[in-house]
């Protein structure tokens, strides 16, 4: 299912359970989950209740982790996030509710899981179970190679999990290294199970923990043996599935659309690792594709395959010129690192190139960052001999070093203060302007992309003839995933007659694959070199990554090795790099 409608049918489902149960006096015992995944399903709880569709106060909740030694009203606090989310805008009583607490003494946490276990036991057990699903395949801190039999326990977070969990704590050195949970058996209990994944950062491990068997390292394959497990998907997390990705190994399927053929040796030229002009009619069979080569003769075949590649690479020569042109790019470096060679060449084929930044993106900087910044703010008054401009950076950098050191000095970390945070949009800002002027672009504005109104009047005060926007289908709830939402909103209201072209990149999803784009675009070195230089100028983002310094040219170049080696199979393309695009249909 896709968008407010997956969340609406797992909400349905649950209040349909507490009506059930209410209406026979009973209580209604609901597991539940933290983060991105289960926000829409909470909301839509939240909207249920306020129009008195739903009454919750005969529930009673049991959370699935909370973080060791971490503060309950921490922002990061698994406790905060569930009253900031769900609880205080329920009529759920106070005493119904059970989150592990992280700050047990460790002297008394097995004595304390075995009566987390044992208050779930004593409510009745589990009805509904809510799950989300880490990209190591863990269910609640349920790490790779938990036992089946486990119990609520204290448990060491693996390295992908600490990793994920950057984004919120800014720095790996903040991260518990532990957490409570639930154990696999006592999720196993419940009567009913609902797994929610979103994204296709979540694809590859969804398509392991419903099709692999299970051996314990993706715990989340344990759900197969539930009587009543049920894994809610999208269809960007369900895309690495056998029926979507590969849907003739499970039986016949229609071959007319040239799309499904030139999907289908792709995969050929993949597995076999050799290029579309090798195969031969024998390398069909054995992989489930000897239908393909009976609906045509295979010389033909591949060569209608490779025109159809071919034409998408073609198309690039039909790129706007002289045109009002667009960019929407959700993270300052998006553009660059997804199209940074195509915005070198719309400006040399003249066109007018406005990049507009729809978040500020502060979360990515890292805390040493505004170090640098406002001592080379001081440094440029003291050479000025402003000395008004630098007492006022002496109190400001006084204030900033106060708060850093505290927040070092503390072993979770403290939410930035307001100048820093402003510092960190400037800096974010300041490396995106740096980026567009290497590229020749002169033109950029900066905007909050999630407003539907605020891309509206951005559209209309630039009046673009072609638009180039961020179609990253990851977290529904990510700034890509939101951002591409009102969007989508904002163009769909507009007059067809009126509205610009528009074409999807992808930035931090892959890219996408040569058969499925509708226009390939092979980079000159020229090109390459520009989206380079643009690239280096997002110098906050050189982090440190689990102890590896990684680039984010390192980063462009993994994104488009997929691509790359397809274009190669299908042709004899010299190019180094290609960026794809989708045109998009909006209704």
């Not at 049918?9 to 289960?38: D, F, R, V, W, Y």
């Not at 290029?275 to 045509?296: G, M, N, R, T």
Request: a neutral charge; hydrophobic letters at 40%; one cysteine or more.
């Amino acid at each position: 299912n896709e968008g407010n409608g997956l969340a609406e049918e797992i909400a349905g489902s649950i209040i349909a359970e507490i009506n059930k149960n209410t209406a026979l006096g009973k209580s209604t015992i609901l597991g539940l989950a933290t983060g991105n995944t289960p926000l829409d399903v909470y909301r839509e709880l939240i909207k249920q209740y306020k129009e008195k569709k739903v009454d919750f106060s005969k529930v009673i909740t049991f959370n699935l982790d909370e973080y060791f030694e971490l503060p309950p009203d921490h922002e990061n606090s698994y406790n905060r996030f569930m009253q900031d989310n769900l609880f205080k805008h329920i009529n759920v009583p106070k005493e119904n509710i059970h989150v592990p607490q992280g700050l047990i003494p460790l002297k008394d946490v097995k004595a304390y899981c075995e009566k987390y276990d044992n208050e779930i036991k004593k409510a009745g057990g589990v009805d509904i179970q809510l799950l989300g699903i880490g990209r190591d395949g863990h269910i609640g801190f349920n790490e790779p190679m938990s036992s089946i039999d486990s119990r609520t326990r204290l448990v060491e977070l693996d390295p992908i999990t600490l990793n994920d969990a950057v984004r919120e704590f800014g720095d790996i050195k903040l991260i518990p290294t532990k957490a409570i949970t639930m154990g696999v058996k006592t999720i196993m209990e419940a009567k009913k199970i609902f797994l929610i994944a979103t994204g296709d950062h979540k694809a590859k491990i969804v398509k392991e923990a419903i099709e692999d068997e299970p051996t314990g390292q993706v715990v989340a394959a344990y759900l197969q043996k539930h009587p009543a497990a049920t894994f809610y998907l999208d269809q960007a997390a369900a895309s690495g599935l056998t029926k979507v990705s590969l849907p003739w190994k499970l039986g016949k399927i229609d071959w007319s659309d040239i799309k499904i053929q030139a999907h289908g040796l792709a995969y050929l030229t993949d597995m076999l690792k050799k290029p579309i002009s090798a195969l031969v009619e024998k390398d069909f069979a054995p992989l489930l594709l000897e239908d393909l080569v009976k609906l045509k003769p295979i010389s033909i075949l591949k060569q209608e395959v490779q025109d159809f590649i071919m034409a998408k690479v073609e198309a690039s020569k039909s790129l706007p010129v002289g045109k009002k042109v667009l960019i929407f790019s959700p993270h300052t470096d998006d553009d660059a690192l997804a199209i940074g060679g195509l915005l070198h060449r719309l400006v040399k084929a003249k066109n007018n190139v406005t990049c507009v930044y729809m978040n500020g993106g502060a979360g990515a900087v890292m805390d040493n960052e505004v170090e640098k910044f406002v001592y080379s703010k001081l440094a440029h008054n003291l050479k000025l001999g402003d000395k008004e401009a630098q007492a006022k950076d002496t109190v400001l950098i006084e204030k900033i070093n106060a708060h850093l050191n505290k927040k070092k000095a503390s072993r979770f970390g403290y939410p930035d203060i307001e100048e820093i945070t402003t510092i960190k949009v400037i800096i974010r800002q300041a490396e995106a302007a740096a980026a567009c002027t290497s590229l020749g672009i002169h033109s950029y504005d900066f905007i909050s992309g999630t407003n539907v109104d605020n891309i509206l009047s951005t559209i209309a005060k630039y009046q673009p003839e072609v638009v180039y926007a961020c179609g990253d289908m990851t977290d529904p709830n990510s700034a890509h995933r939101l951002i591409l939402k009102s969007l989508i909103k904002a163009c769909s209201s507009l007059d067809p007659k009126k509205r610009p072209e528009l074409w999807f990149y992808r930035a931090d999803s892959p890219s996408f694959h040569a058969y499925e784009a509708d226009m390939i675009i092979p980079l000159s070195d020229e090109e390459i070199a520009a989206k380079r230089v643009a690239i280096f100028q997002h110098q906050s983002q050189f982090y440190k990554q689990q102890g590896t310094w990684q680039a984010p040219w390192q980063k462009a170049e993994d994104r488009a090795t997929t691509l790359q080696k397809e274009i190669q199979k299908f042709s004899s393309g010299v190019s180094n790099m290609w960026e794809a695009l989708i045109k998009a249909k909006i209704q």
